[in-house]
């Protein structure tokens, strides 16, 4: 592990809740669209738990073996400039996609979080501009978020990361093979309230909120299919 996290209290002594964090890239000057930012933060969280470093034997295994063992908690921060370059340093992966930057870290306890993460922000994550959709790809998987509650733009960011993640747990070897060929590609869509009904009938796996964070827990925020 990187000097940052060596520095850290044992984070399994913790006896808090462990998170993903994820930061978002948000310079004033070119600022990223909504759904950009939400496909690549489902590409970050399955490129980290997809890296070698987080299979077993690797150095990332025992802490993201230890979250995916729980609840799959996720924190979006947005950082720009020195803010979002100092954390760089820290283990994890970094995902670019359509004009977005999106860096997801390796998980741990929500009181352990290194201090150049805690210095970004977690609210305020909401860009103005919500952009479209990626076109579809062979292979790749398709996430719809709800139309029935607002969510901001942090929050449908980690809603799109857990349908990734969950998304990758569902499939088999050949579809994980097929996904890992178009090098995660996501397509985030936004239906509206007819949109979403159909997306919910067609989809293979739902993310039930635990409601930490702006919607009621057990609020169904994603689905997404392949």
Known sequence: MSDALEQMPDPFAST???????????????????LAVC????????????????????????FVHHWT????????????GIRFTQVQ???????????????????????????ALAKMQVGGTDV???GKPSEPVDGGITVALTALTPMTTGKSAAQSGHAAQLALSAMDERQRGLWASTGWAVRVLTPDADGWADAVRRSR?????????????????????W
Do not use: C
């Open 69 to 80: 063992s729980g609840p799959i908690r996720k924190v979006v921060r947005r950082g720009r």
């Open 205 to 225: 796996i739902a993310v039930h909120d635990g409601g930490f964070t702006e919607v009621a827990p057990g609020t169904q925020t994603a689905v997404a299919w």
């Open 128 to 130: 103005p501009e919500h």
């Open 89 to 115: 340093e820290l283990d994890g992966v970094e995902v670019e996609h359509a004009g977005a930057q999106v860096r997801a870290f390796v998980p741990g306890p929500v009181d352990q979080v290194p201090a």
């Open 16 to 34: 808090q809740p462990w998170a993903m964090q994820l930061a978002m890239r948000d310079e004033r000057a070119n600022r990223p669209t909504h």
């Open 39 to 62: 496909e690549a933060a489902a590409g970050a969280v399955v490129t980290l738990l997809t890296d070698p470093r987080s299979a077993p034997g690797g150095e990332w295994y025992p």
